[in-house]
């Protein structure tokens, strides 16, 4: 028992002197550093930035509705957007630069001034956002139409009445009328028909940026062991290759895999597929950017990266609610644009275009510095005097 216990001891003691035992125990731990540190500062206080969600407030009922208008803008405290027309609206709400439409159409203040009559207000939500986007904005609409029943004596609609010069008797009818006249028309913009359909882009994300880290790093291990066969720009080739035809493969397989599992493309399978083909390869270049420049220990940034990139590309949280930092580095990386792109595709948005270059953009720019990095690096030179040294002793 003695014996097994020291050549256990013995053999822990060999792997802790092997460097990728150590190597694994450091990258471990900062998985749990880099995700605590960058989630935990990255969502802290988001939901105190709620209200920092856009929403539009489009009155088509005039000057009658305006005091109702600036009456619903006040009570909501969001960032409220005024003066577009609806066409505008509509066209904002489907490129996810506001998140609801509330929308006062014509003749509201006249339904509401007979009291026979029911005024309806309309909403307009786009559910080709994060779930959280749709849950926020359909709680808004129940208040707004709630607060319009139940405060229907407010300063707003008192206004309204006012300058409608009704008298006291029947305006105080109407007040009294119009607790539960008012309703709520809700419309659908890109319905999820399935809550899979949501989870696709932060499941391309992360399955593109954690194969493209493990492709990388692997790639660079073989890279130094064939140094002493190639020179660098041979071998930068070979990745570059390696990377494309992987990508290529590996676009194919998950386009076909979410295809088969139900869930198609707007725009068509190829259009996905030659999609998520660019999102790769931006994933895949900025991976290899790493390790190009820090070596080995451009695993260890990788993480950072990848725990970054799942924060900040909205797949769950709107980028408007995260902490400016994040927000903002955010852009500089291929996940915010393949989360909305994914979104465009799966369920529905204005088109990948934009989204298609700036993913081209990001992966231009690593590959560039790739090589610039690769042109400024000295490689040692190789030398052969000691093999002839030996050669020449054996001779003699």
Avoid at 15 to 44: C, E, H, M, N, R
Avoid at 149 to 156: F, L, P, R, W
Avoid at 308 to 319: D, F, K
Avoid at 375 to 391: D, G
Wanted: glycine share 6%.
């Amino acid at each position: 028992m003695k014996e097994e216990f020291k050549m256990n001891s013995k053999l822990l003691f060999q792997f802790l002197k092997q460097p990728v035992t150590i190597v694994g125990i450091i990258t471990a731990i900062l998985f749990q550093v880099f995700f605590s540190l960058i989630w935990i500062t990255g969502y802290d206080h988001v939901t105190d930035r709620v209200t920092q969600l856009p929403i539009a407030i489009v009155n088509e009922d005039g000057a009658a509705a305006q005091p109702i208008a600036d009456g619903i803008s006040e009570s909501l405290k969001f960032e409220i957007k005024k003066n577009l027309t609806l066409a505008e609206a509509k066209d904002a709400l489907e490129s996810r630069e506001i998140r609801l439409i509330i929308n006062i159409p014509q003749g509201f203040t006249g339904q509401i001034s007979d009291p026979s009559g029911h005024a309806e207000i309309r909403y307009f939500l786009n559910e080709s956002n994060p779930q959280m986007v749709s849950n926020v904005m359909q709680t808004v609409a129940l208040k707004v139409t709630a607060a319009l029943n139940t405060e229907s004596s407010s300063s707003s609609l008192n206004q309204t009445l006012i300058g409608m010069k009704l008298p006291e008797a029947q305006a105080k009818i109407i007040r009294n009328s119009t607790g539960d006249r008012v309703t709520s028309d809700v419309q659908i913009i890109n319905p999820a028909t399935n809550f899979a359909q949501t989870m696709v882009p932060l499941m391309i994300v992360t399955a593109s940026f954690t194969g493209s880290m493990l492709l990388a790093m692997n790639l660079n291990r073989a890279s130094s062991n064939l140094s002493l066969q190639a020179g660098k720009w041979q071998r930068l080739s070979a990745r570059f290759i390696l990377l494309g035809a992987t990508a290529f493969i590996t676009s194919l397989i998950g386009t076909s895999m979410i295809h088969w599992l139900g869930i198609p493309s707007s725009l068509g399978f190829m259009a996905m597929w030659m999609f998520e083909f660019i999102v790769i390869i931006s994933c895949m270049s900025i991976a290899q950017l790493s390790l190009i420049l820090l070596g080995d220990a451009g695993a260890w940034l990788n993480i950072a990266l990848l725990s970054i990139q799942m924060l900040s590309s909205g797949a769950t949280i709107p980028r408007d609610l995260l902490s400016p930092f994040y927000s903002w580095i955010g852009q500089f990386f291929p996940a915010y644009y393949a989360v909305n792109g994914m979104l465009d595709l799966v369920i529905g948005g204005s088109g990948v275009g934009q989204n298609v270059l700036a993913l081209i953009a990001i992966g231009a720019v690593a590959v560039a510095l790739s090589i610039f990095l690769t042109f400024i690096r000295r490689e040692p030179k190789i030398t052969k005097e000691p093999e002839k040294t030996l050669i020449h002793d054996l001779s003699n």
